[in-house]
């Protein structure tokens, strides 16, 4: 890989700025590419953008940037898209420093911000080069997320279709899911969580076999059938559902034929039981039965400790003697069948009773 240092000024950079509001923002009199199909979206905040121009107006250093030469005479930013948005939009007066914008600063100051030097490495070679140079480069600012790192290796057409649905603030599927998904849209995280539910094997797998699709159309109608499912299924919303595995329920559980009104009513049962102590598992827990979900709440030290030394440190099923340590609290009624967790309801097994009992 060939890589080369130059030094470009500010006045160069914002040369032919612009953001069309789809993705594509350009510089350099058009020859930048400034967010790649693989890019994140800008994600500096206020304090971030305003360091950058504190720094250019200072004249200290900012951090080497990284141009990838396409060979057609254009470049695209494989490192410095944050810094480099931060100081054209700064140029454009789409935020101020200090109570000034760009164009209320004195004419020197305008000066010294256009003709402060970057250092920019130009960099030249296979896909597959700068792809690698890409993932192993000291990224500057926010780091990236393994989704955003995901999107370059399988940068192509289906992903930028994919970023329009799932990548946008307040986008698509924000609007659709926000409600029920944890993350961060513009930091590839509802993208990677809808991947995860569609794939049959691996996020990776998924995205290397439609890298090349023009359409990423059946992603985003998968995506709205999970939500449809969730929406039909479990009728209330409440704030314990976010975050839920939806699309892991939905490939087990989408195909059978469920009673929304009786899921609503043990919904609402459970929801107000002290003895569950993870709303968020109620939901997988009505489809699989399973009590994991729920982390009903456990024995304390004090009950255990009593109820040991009650049974004069002997497990009631197997009649051995085993040290505190080696035993585990049992609720005698089960918590399904109305048993508390209580001190009378509490028995001490040894591990081998308990996992024996808890299987049958």
Partial sequence: MNIQLHEITVGELVEGYADD??????????RLDIRPPYQREFVYGDRE?????????????????????RGDGSYEIIDGQQRTISIARYFKSDFSVQGL???????????RVLDYRLMVYFCSGTDSEKLAW???INIAGVVLTEQELRN?????????????YFSRRGGPAYQ???????????RQEYLETAIRWVSESSIEDHMALHQHDDSAAPLWQYFNAVMDWVQAT?????KSMKGVDWGGLYKDHGDKPLDPAAIE???ARLVLDDHVTSHKGIYPYILTRDEKHLNIRAFDAGMKQRVYEAQKCICPICKEKFELSGMEADHITPWSEGGKTEENNCQMLCRKCNREKSSN
Avoid: C
């Fill in 21 to 30: 509001g789809e993705g594509g923002v350009r510089g350099y009199g058009g």
């Fill in 234 to 238: 479990f009728t209330v919303y409440r």
């Fill in 49 to 69: 953008r305003k360091a950058v121009i504190d720094t250019v107006m200072q004249g200290f250093p900012l951090n080497v940037m990284y141009w990838s030469a």
């Fill in 101 to 111: 914008y760009f164009h209320n600063q004195p004419l020197d100051i305008q000066r």
């Fill in 134 to 136: 890409y993932q192993t």
């Fill in 176 to 186: 659709v899911g926000g409600d029920y998904l944890r993350g961060n849209a513009i």
């Fill in 152 to 164: 370059a290796v399988y940068s192509g057409p289906w992903v930028t279709d994919a970023k329009r």
């Fill in 265 to 267: 009513a043990e919904t």
